[in-house]
């Protein structure tokens, strides 16, 4: 008997906590600003200096065309110049970079799509 209205005592218990804890909107929510903002600083830069900057230096080698040392270069890469698509081709696909690399894990690669369509924010 004591087992019985123990397991009903915490099963009601249960569920008064779960019932109680609803948002009806995001509003409601605290600490999420910006959880999924990606910009330059906070993302992008470490992506490029740890995988871009060997070629894309101050002064590019390697044949590299452009240097990817600032925010500003980066952002025009991205609009003028096809990073968006070179980061994204196949594994040894030509064109592909980090060139005579290996390609990008995706999730880097979709951290750099985040950041150009919210806006290539710095």
Wanted: net charge negative; proline share 4%; glycine share 8%.
């Amino acid at each position: 008997m004591k087992k019985n209205n123990l397991l009903i005592s915490a099963l009601t218990l249960g569920t008064v906590l779960v019932s109680s804890c609803t948002n009806d909107s995001s509003d409601d929510l605290s600490g999420t600003d910006g959880l999924d903002e990606v910009t330059y600083t906070n993302t992008v830069k470490s992506i490029i200096d740890n995988n871009c900057i060997a070629c894309h230096a101050d002064t590019p080698v390697a044949g590299a065309p452009m240097s990817l040392t600032t925010y500003e270069n980066v952002k025009e890469a991205v609009l003028e110049r096809g990073l968006l698509d070179r980061i994204s081709r196949p594994q040894g696909a030509q064109g592909m970079m980090p060139n005579g690399g290996t390609r990008l894990p995706q999730a880097v690669i979709d951290q750099v799509f985040a950041w150009s369509a919210q806006g290539l924010n710095e």
